[in-house]
């Protein structure tokens, strides 16, 4: 529906300054902007986080409830992830359910979250085959300047990581803290041309929505990928991606257990 | 449910405030970059933030309105921010609460300067505790005045509760959910005046003179939290100039 | 130093002396904005800190083209009503070209505002000597409430810039701002005029802006 103006203006410039080897921000084409990351500020869910990277911003809170397992893993407990991009966040977000875009950012940090066996979802089982946590990451999206996917993914987890089990409440025992075992961090870059810009602003995606997320776990697996957008992407390209991604992600991850 | 607890214990109610005694807020205006105008305010539990945007061109066209601009305000919660999880898009509370905050906004903005255009008011709610309509209503109050929307005055906003026969300013949640009557009011303020009723809804049973009441109460609570707003919008325009002057 | 009000406060008890960002009721005058309180003896009036651009007839301003159409352009001017640019208001309109032959969607504009309807339908016009396709340069936003202090009193703001920096500014009443020439240049001209932005509403802004640009100068010569 509605387009931006004010991004659009910069899309030549970007394209300019990338012609010197350069970034409108004057960051490394490696670097990200300044991450801030806020645990624990939604006292009512069972955990939370506010992630501020550059401008962007995002808020998920954990809530978990008891409920039946799925019929083909009776003792694992159950993690669902949902993302609103909601209309607050960007005058292109419109209200209602979630869209493609919403669709595919909550599927990717779910994955990353999964795969990593960052929750030991056997530790989530109450009553083998009647009784498990079901527990819902929520990511609400506040303020959309560009790579909502990594704000995202990095709430997910911080949020994770301060979650206590609501045992009590629901009469099954004393609460308890969720263990986590892995801490999976996404990278996300767009690319234009034969380069690659980690964690692109707003105005950086002016040039075009063509990224590639790598997530990967504390032992520099990799546990999602994601190439979004029409482009066609070139094997050297994205091994340098790869690589890239498994150090940024290293220290990002320093960050969140600091 | 359970059996109804004591609300008022000597005197006193149950998180220590007296009868007139607002929760604490935090405000602050223009926390958002994409938006054109907004807010974040905690008042007691409540955690929100609202933002606006706009005037701005209205879609499809058969909405638009010729002679005025068109307020649109949506209210919506998180879903971690109740205690149990509320699953995610608009519900029938969600939808009324959305319409009465427009139709609040609607009687003060001057829609006629911008016709055929729309002004959009989100509102999300991080973490409810009572009242968290007119938490909102407060910070898309304040994101007006950053957005630069012209308005008569502003809306200041609070509820008043009947607990144990009492009537107690701005309830908290155990307050409205076993109390006898929960009324949000908003006003419109206008140099520092309370001018006339922008909100006004209740829900439960009081006599005329409990009603004349809290009126009165709700007026004392919407002044303070009027001062309070007016300081946000100050603390972020003075600051540029604060910066300046010290920087010399 | 010019008090900061809010919609709603009182500025004056004589409406003969409401002048813009007011409205008068019951023979009282209150500011309808939050701006900038600026008295006279014969006019209150209210200077906008924030708000969309709403277009005036001669304006010049600054857009993107959003579509082509047989008879024009519907250019994005960054304020709630599309503006429409007709076919014979390109200048040197050749008959046998097409629209699209001249401009397509995503190239910028500079052009003027021509006509506006009661229904705020927007009309622009290219035939004015500053108007042209943006073919090169950059373009950088503001705040359009902040444009009058970046062309400054009788234009004194943007001919401090352009003497001290030697380039091309072209400022779009909209908030989208043209600049030209050489590229570091530009770049100080950008940030002298984030900083008019954020201090438009502050005293001895141009001796600082001075100031700014020199010291930026003397970096960039020992760069």
Redesign the interface.
């Known amino acids: 529906?509605?387009?931006d103006?004010?991004v659009?203006?910069k899309?030549?410039?970007v394209l300019s300054k990338l012609r010197d080897n350069e970034r409108i921000d004057g960051r490394a084409f490696d670097e990200f902007r300044k991450i801030e990351i806020y645990p624990n500020?939604?006292?009512?869910?069972e955990g939370?986080a506010l992630v501020k990277i550059g401008?962007t911003?995002v808020?998920v809170?954990?809530?978990m409830?008891p409920g039946e397992p799925f019929p083909d893993t009776p003792d694992k407990g159950i993690i669902i992830t949902?993302a609103?991009l909601?209309?607050?966040?960007?005058?292109t977000f419109e209200?209602g359910?979630?869209d493609e875009n919403a669709i595919e950012l909550a599927r990717v940090v779910d994955r990353g979250i999964r795969h990593s066996e960052a929750v030991d979802l056997s530790e989530l089982c109450i009553e083998e085959g009647k009784k498990v946590w079901i527990l819902?990451i929520?990511i609400?999206a506040?303020?959309?300047?560009g790579n909502l996917m990594d704000a995202s993914a990095l709430a997910a987890i911080v949020a994770l990581m301060n979650t206590v089990v609501p045992a009590e409440?629901f009469e099954l025992g004393n609460d308890f803290k969720l263990p986590i075992k892995d801490i999976p961090i996404s990278v996300t870059s767009l690319v234009v041309e034969d380069k690659f810009l980690v964690d692109p602003s707003?105005d950086e995606l002016s040039v075009g929505d063509n990224t590639i997320t790598i997530t990967t776990d504390k032992n520099d697996n990799i546990v999602a990928i994601q190439k979004s957008g029409s482009y066609l992407l070139s094997e050297e390209l994205f091994e340098e991606i790869v690589e890239t991604s498994i150090k940024k992600a290293k220290e990002i991850r320093k960050l969140v257990t600091s | 449910m359970l059996q109804k607890p004591k609300l008022i214990i000597d005197g006193k109610r149950l998180d220590g405030r007296e009868f007139d005694e607002l929760r604490p807020i935090k405000i602050e205006a223009g926390v958002?970059?994409?938006?054109d105008g907004s807010c974040y305010l905690e008042m007691g539990?409540n955690?929100v933030?609202?933002?606006v945007?706009g005037p701005?061109?209205l879609?499809p066209r058969h909405l638009q309105d010729p002679s005025k601009a068109v307020i649109r305000y949506?209210y919506?919660m998180?879903?971690?921010?109740?205690?149990?999880?509320k699953r995610?898009?608009p519900d029938r509370r969600s939808i009324e609460i959305s319409k009465v905050s427009k139709e609040a906004i609607e009687a003060i903005v001057i829609k006629e300067l911008f016709p055929r255009s729309t002004i959009?008011i989100?509102?999300?709610v991080?973490?409810?505790?009572a009242g968290s309509r007119t938490a909102c209503l407060n910070a898309a109050s304040v994101a007006l005045v950053d957005a630069g929307v012209p308005m008569r005055g502003i809306i200041s906003s609070v509820a008043v509760a009947k607990v144990d026969g009492v009537l107690v300013l701005d309830p908290i949640k155990e307050e409205d959910y076993y109390g006898e009557a929960d009324i949000p009011f908003a006003f419109l303020i206008r140099n520092g005046k309370i001018e006339s009723i922008a909100l006004l809804q209740m829900d439960g049973r009081i006599t005329k003179e409990e009603l004349k009441e809290a009126i009165k109460l709700a007026k004392k609570g919407a002044m303070e939290i009027y001062k309070l707003q007016r300081e946000a919008i100050m603390k972020k325009y003075e600051i540029e100039k604060e910066d300046i002057e010290n920087a010399q | 130093m010019r008090k900061i009000v809010l919609p709603g406060d009182l500025v004056s008890t004589n409406p003969k002396l409401a002048g813009s960002g007011t409205y008068i009721e019951n023979g009282r005058v209150y500011s309808k904005i939050l701006g900038l309180l600026d008295q006279t003896e014969t006019q209150v009036r209210i200077i906008p800190l924030k708000g969309r651009y709403i277009p005036s007839v001669g304006d010049t301003v600054i857009?993107?083209v959003?579509e082509v159409t047989a008879n024009g352009w519907i250019v994005?001017?960054?304020c709630p009503y599309t503006a429409f640019l007709p076919v014979q208001e390109y200048p040197n309109m050749k008959p046998d070209k097409k629209p699209n032959e001249i401009l397509e969607i995503?190239d910028?504009i500079i052009a003027k505002v021509l006509n506006i309807d009661p229904k705020m339908k927007v009309t622009l016009t290219m035939k004015d000597k500053l108007c042209r396709p943006i073919r090169f340069g950059?373009?950088v936003?503001i705040n359009p409430a902040r444009v009058p202090r970046v062309i400054g009193k009788k234009g004194s703001m943007i001919k401090l810039l352009k003497g001290e920096l030697d380039v091309q500014i072209i400022v779009g009443q909209n908030g989208?701002i043209w600049l030209n020439g050489d590229r570091r240049k530009i770049t100080i001209a950008e940030e002298a005029i984030y900083k008019i932005e954020q201090e438009a509403h502050t005293e001895g802004l141009t001796d600082r802006i001075t100031e700014f640009i020199k010291r930026r100068k003397e970096n960039v010569t020992k760069a």
């Open positions: 529906m509605h387009s103006i004010l659009d203006i899309k030549d410039y500020i939604i006292q009512k869910a939370s401008d911003q808020v809170g954990i809530k409830q949902n609103e909601v209309p607050l966040a960007s005058p209200p359910p979630p819902f929520d609400h506040l303020d959309d300047d409440r707003r | 958002l970059k994409r938006a539990r955690k933030v609202a933002a945007y701005r061109e879609h949506r919506n998180a879903p971690f921010s109740v205690e149990e999880r995610p898009g959009d989100f509102v999300e991080l973490q409810a505790d | 857009g993107i959003r994005d001017i960054h995503g910028a950059r373009i936003a989208l």
